[in-house]
């Protein structure tokens, strides 16, 4: 999937679960979701996934120290608090710096290797296998990115790859409503049709 075809960004722990054939009700799709930003754009602090995103571009576009990013302040803040919050997997300041030589080093890989999978990084390891960039389908059919994969499209952004991995997690139910009365067909055959039909550009 081409990178720019997902449109909107969201933290996905706040939105409702999906239910049968991956549907999702309510209005998340109006309420909490932005507009993802570019990365060759700043954006500010209210903006959803800004610490990340202002990181990335601090790293990979401006060439800061990963001390100065804001996602380390941050990180070491937590490890430095009384008690220790741990945040993505790194409970001492120690696996902060590990954290962030791995971030490094997986932006030089993709530079080189181009964007691997998760299989082609973790072969047959059944957990990596869904830990794809996680996307949902609004009521209107856009494309939106959940609570995961933020650094690796970022840098895929920067480094100009033209497709990324993903899976589909969830879709609304009004989209599924409409596919199915487009084809003719059962929600899950039609959605399956739909996505099969889409080059997602």
């Not at 941050?74 to 300041?93: H, I, K, Q, Y």
């Not at 995961?148 to 970022?154: E, L, M, T």
């Not at 497709?163 to 969830?170: D, L, Q, S």
């Amino acid at each position: 999937m081409a990178p720019d075809a997902i449109r909107w960004v969201g933290d996905s722990r706040e939105w409702p679960r999906a239910g049968l054939n991956w549907t999702i009700g309510g209005d998340w799709d109006k309420e909490l979701i932005q507009v993802r930003p570019s990365i060759f754009d700043s954006c500010p602090e209210t903006t959803k996934k800004w610490m990340i995103h202002e990181t990335v571009r601090g790293l990979f576009i401006d060439g800061l120290e990963y001390q100065e990013t804001p996602q380390y302040r941050w990180m070491m803040e937590r490890v430095l608090s009384a008690p220790p919050e741990p945040n993505w997997g790194c409970g001492s300041t120690e696996e902060v710096h590990d954290y962030f030589e791995v971030l490094i080093a997986t932006f030089q890989s993709m530079k080189t290797k181009g964007y691997l999978d998760q299989s082609q990084l973790h072969g047959k390891d059944v957990k990596k296998a869904d830990d794809e960039i996680p996307v949902y389908v609004t009521r209107s059919g856009e494309l939106c990115q959940g609570n995961a994969g933020n650094h690796r499209i970022k840098m895929a952004e920067i480094l100009g790859v033209e497709r990324v991995p993903v899976i589909f997690w969830g879709i609304h139910t009004v989209w599924v409503e409409k596919l199915s009365n487009r084809f003719d067909m059962p929600p899950r055959e039609s959605v399956l049709f739909w996505v099969q039909g889409s080059d997602f550009d």
